[in-house]
């Protein structure tokens, strides 16, 4: 074998995303373990299309991950980002996933999360600047 070397970079090949996929895939597998990988969106629209919120997540094995949400600032503090977390819990409660989770940083959401139900499993704070410490949150479905 040639020796190996590491290599950084910022746009990973699709036959590198395919082989990475298939050797998890294959060990998860073989310990019986339903990988269940999904990436999938909500989106808040009105009639005409105009996207005002932004709910961005994937299901991994058991649980669901909220990767990105946004609300637009024209309609943040009526509701909606609740709706839409409530519209998340609908679509996955009783189809067989465990729970919700979800990260976000000091500056964004976390008193926002926790009037919405969730519960913070840990905080890992950012020394160097406070505003990105990280809550780490659950909700159990």
């Known amino acids: 074998m040639t020796p190996l070397k590491f290599t950084y970079t910022e746009n990973l090949s699709e036959a590198a995303y395919q082989k990475m996929d298939l050797g998890l895939e294959k060990y998860e597998l073989e310990r019986g373990i339903q990988i269940n990988y999904q990436k999938f969106a909500l ?3 009105d009639e005409a299309g105009e996207i005002y919120g932004v709910l961005n997540a994937y299901t991994a094995y058991a649980e ?8 637009d600032e024209s309609i943040r503090g009526r509701g909606y980002g609740r709706q839409m977390l409530q519209a998340l819990e609908d679509k996955f409660r009783n ?4 729970n919700i989770n979800l990260v976000t940083n000091a500056f964004q959401a ?6 919405c139900g969730f519960q913070v499993e840990f905080v890992r704070v950012n020394k160097t600047d406070p505003r ?3 809550t780490f949150f659950i909700k159990y479905l």
């Open 64 to 71: 669901v991950y909220i990767d990105d949400f946004w609300i």
């Open 95 to 98: 189809s067989g996933y465990n």
């Open 43 to 45: 989106l808040l629209q």
């Open 110 to 115: 976390p008193e926002f999360y926790k009037k």
């Open 132 to 134: 990105l410490t990280k």
